[in-house]
């Protein structure tokens, strides 16, 4: 199954769950948001959302630190 996550094309074996592939890509639940097809899935929904061929994810991990000016610095990399 493709899926694109931040624009890029990526391959996986069907079934697949919103939590599951979090966990294969090796992502923190705690410190991740994602946006599938243009709407955001909590995460209590994560492991009942099932995924589909061509599906679009924004995925967003959350990092501590940030850049000298930015108050509170935080919002992280896309992943």
């Known amino acids: ?10 391959e996986f074996n069907e079934p697949l769950t919103l939590s ?3 966990e294969i890509l090796g992502l923190k639940p705690d410190r991740v948001a994602v946006e599938l097809n243009r709407s955001i899935v909590r ?3 994560w492991p ?3 995924l589909r061929e ?3 994810l924004e995925m967003v991990q959350f990092v501590g630190g940030g850049f000298e000016g930015l108050p509170g610095g ?3 990399t896309g992943v």
Do not use: F, W
């Open 1 to 10: 199954m493709k899926l694109q996550i931040n624009g890029d094309s990526r």
């Open 20 to 22: 599951a592939l979090v």
């Open 43 to 45: 995460r209590d929904d």
């Open 48 to 50: 009942e959302t099932d």
């Open 54 to 56: 061509g599906d679009r």
């Open 74 to 76: 935080h919002i992280g």
